[in-house]
């Protein structure tokens, strides 16, 4: 575990369940991404973990912020970041979010239909817009496809009409899934924004940027491609597509800058062989599906476990959340093995908790207190 969270948790008498989060690590993330990457802007991606030090910290760091909503923006402003330095990056916004985003003077927005192209025009007019393209999103342990993004010709399209409309074509974005696991996801979308630009070129209209979300993987229970892989085949692809004609790059990582930054405490509430003698052996913990760990749904995401009694014999368990709903279990299917001496009143160290958790959890189902956080 990250040795400044387990002193942490050493030296505090914690209430559980509870998020650490090292911000040192998060600084250490973003510039490693910053080197690997470094002629791209990043884009924080608040929605992985909003809290006020993480982007105090990103701010010093010279950070950009990709906003959902107008929330999200708001707390961005209210760290100190300029209007400058945020994205609306949701296709799908309330008209008066995008009111008070162009009252903020937010300059640039993502849009990926028709409806929302013309609620931008009236509600923003003459900033920034990049269209969302559909791409594949093989590969990804948390897949963003379906929802959002069109498909090149109707992109072509729509960024003509932004033109004439009087908004400012700017560029193209795309989201490859969270927790890519194949760089190659990268390359596919890039050539596929290439195809836009050179028809965009066509017209006499010259986008500017080229947005490759978010996507990058963590390691949780197996190893994923180095950040340099990723890299190396995102610049390959870029020079392929671009030459010397590169456009502005932007990055949206959300889960690579914080997701290693954080541990979830939680207590064994019981640990059981449910039924006859030799049946599973279940272990419910105060954190569940509806406690943060949403990511759980389908056991995409994966965390790994640390405890106490690590190294003594193991049997495999089922994990469980605290809540009386019957979709409240973490892991049926994975193998997770634990310790047999672990009882009730144990706690377990979740790693890797930093992103998707603090802000999946729900204000009280069941009257569970939501978890607390901790930022050091
Ligand atoms: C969620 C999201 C991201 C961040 O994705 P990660 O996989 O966490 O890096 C980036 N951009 C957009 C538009 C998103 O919705």
Redesign the pocket.
Known sequence: MNPKISQFLNANQLTTPCLIVDIDQIEQNYQQLHHAIPNADIYY?V??NPALSILNKLISLNSFF?A?SWEEIQSCLNAGAKPSQISF?NTIKKVSAIQAAYQANIELYAFDTIEELHKLAKHAPATKVYCRLAVDNIGADWP?SGKFGTTVEHAIELLLEAKKIGLCPYGVSF?VG??QTNPHAYVNAIEKSALVFNALADHDILLEMINL????PIHYHKDVPEINQFATTIQNSLTQCFGDDMPRIIL?????LVGNAGVVSTEIIQSSQRGKMNGPRWIYLDIGRFGGLAETEGEAIRYPIITMYDGSTTGPVILAGPSCDGVDVLYQETSYHLPLQLTAGDRIALLNTG?YVSTYCSTCFNGFTPLEEHYI
């Open positions: 991606a929605k992985a990709d959902a990056g963003l989201h969270s927790q979300g978010g996507g990058f949206e990582p959300g889960r690579y992103a």
